[in-house]
């Protein structure tokens, strides 16, 4: 069945293949940054070459009891369970804001603990459950 | 079986069959649908928002599906000269890209709500973009090389340099971070699903799988009656 066309065919393709793989692999690992849509706390505290005036993206959930809300602004924690960065924010709420949820805040670092952000995300997880069946667990977990 | 798919006995497809296939996919997607947008609860965080969901994920699904046999029927088209692979690939397209682009638009609506937006340039979000641009380009090498040969070549090339972008979308969530969230149903690990909503999810996949074979079929006769009627003008 494989003739000495198919086979020198199939090489090539595989040679061709193998190297695009490997140059993909290049440009993915080396373009790391541009790719993220967002640094958790724990990469913000260990980044090496912070820019203060740019604008940069935060994420994580936000914790517990940490949202404060001002009169012109709300201040929160973003926390990825290892490290924090407080977040204060003027602005539209998205409606799935709320705490021990994931969120995304998009502005300017002052520095590393603390972020000024001009737009929140609010992050979906990848659970879906039925409020019964949550209420349910809770009522039990009580 | 699979003879069936050759040029001689595609044509005489049973109409009988055809028919059979087109109430099976009637009725999964009938049921899923009811499930979908009625019988099944919402959710906890998302309330309603949810039930876009059981569009997006399957065409999400089928978007891919579809792109990666494209990629593996033109690089064993090159390799082993299988004159109907480039037809059948050709017959996938069309309904490929219209996947893509019910998912990105499913996905934006349901994005509004429960991020706060319309579209983030995120790596999920803009490779499957990148897939649907992928899927044009692929349709505008056949439609606009008037050449037969010469536009299975530049079509097969574009399938096979998109394919490598399918393991970036699939894995985008784990390798980058992500607003998309990850998967919910993997190989390795239990659902994040609840069966609740697992059940209907799964009947539209079917539906939506049947739908995307009834579709290439039909798609898949007349590019085969094309073909043979090019071969003979080209003789005469």
């Not at chain 2, 530049?154 to 390798?175: E, Q, R, T």
């Amino acid at each position: 069945m494989l003739s000495y066309k198919v086979r020198s065919r199939f090489s090539f393709f595989l040679f061709i293949i193998l190297s695009l793989s490997f140059l993909i692999f290049i440009v993915l690992s080396s373009l790391e940054e541009s790719f993220v849509y967002f640094f958790s706390p724990t990469e913000i505290y260990n980044k090496e070459n912070l820019t203060f005036n740019t604008k940069i993206r935060v994420g994580g959930l936000v914790k517990e009891n940490s949202i404060i809300k001002k009169k012109e602004s709300i201040d929160f924690i973003i926390t990825d369970l290892n490290k924090e960065i407080i977040v204060t924010y003027s602005g539209h709420i998205p409606n799935l804001f709320s705490e021990g949820k994931g969120v995304v805040a998009e502005g300017k670092l002052q520095d590393k603990k603390f972020f000024i952000a001009d737009k929140i995300l609010a992050k979906h997880d990848e659970n879906y459950m039925p409020r019964e069946v949550r209420d349910a667990l809770k009522n039990t977990s009580k | 079986m699979l003879k069936n798919l050759f040029p001689n006995k595609i044509l005489s497809f049973s109409n009988k069959l055809f028919s059979f296939l087109i109430s099976l996919m009637l009725l999964f997607v009938f049921v899923g649908l009811i499930f979908a947008l009625f019988l099944s609860p919402s959710d906890f965080t998302q309330g309603n928002s949810v039930r876009i969901m059981y569009v997006h994920v399957p065409a999400s699904f089928m978007a891919l599906g579809c792109f990666a046999f494209m990629g593996i029927a033109s690089i064993c088209a090159l390799i082993f000269k299988i004159k109907i692979l480039p037809l059948m690939a050709k017959s996938l397209a069309p309904v490929g890209s219209v996947f893509a682009l019910v998912s990105i638009v499913t996905g934006s609506l349901w994005g509004k709500p429960t991020w706060g937006t319309w579209w983030v340039w995120d790596a999920r979000l803009t490779s499957m973009l990148i897939l649907f641009i992928f899927y044009i380009a692929y349709m505008s090498a056949w439609k606009f090389i008037d050449n037969y040969e010469k536009a299975n070549r530049v079509s097969s090339i574009i399938a096979i340099i998109g394919s490598f972008n399918l393991p970036v979308i699939k894995y985008s969530v784990d390798w980058w971070n992500t607003l998309h969230q990850t998967s919910s149903i993997t190989l390795t690990s239990t659902p994040t699903i609840h069966y609740t909503m697992l059940i209907p999810l799964i009947i539209m996949f079917i539906g939506t799988i049947l739908y995307t074979l009834i579709v290439f079929l039909m798609r898949y006769k007349i590019e085969i009656m094309k073909f043979k009627l090019d071969k003979r003008n080209k003789e005469n």
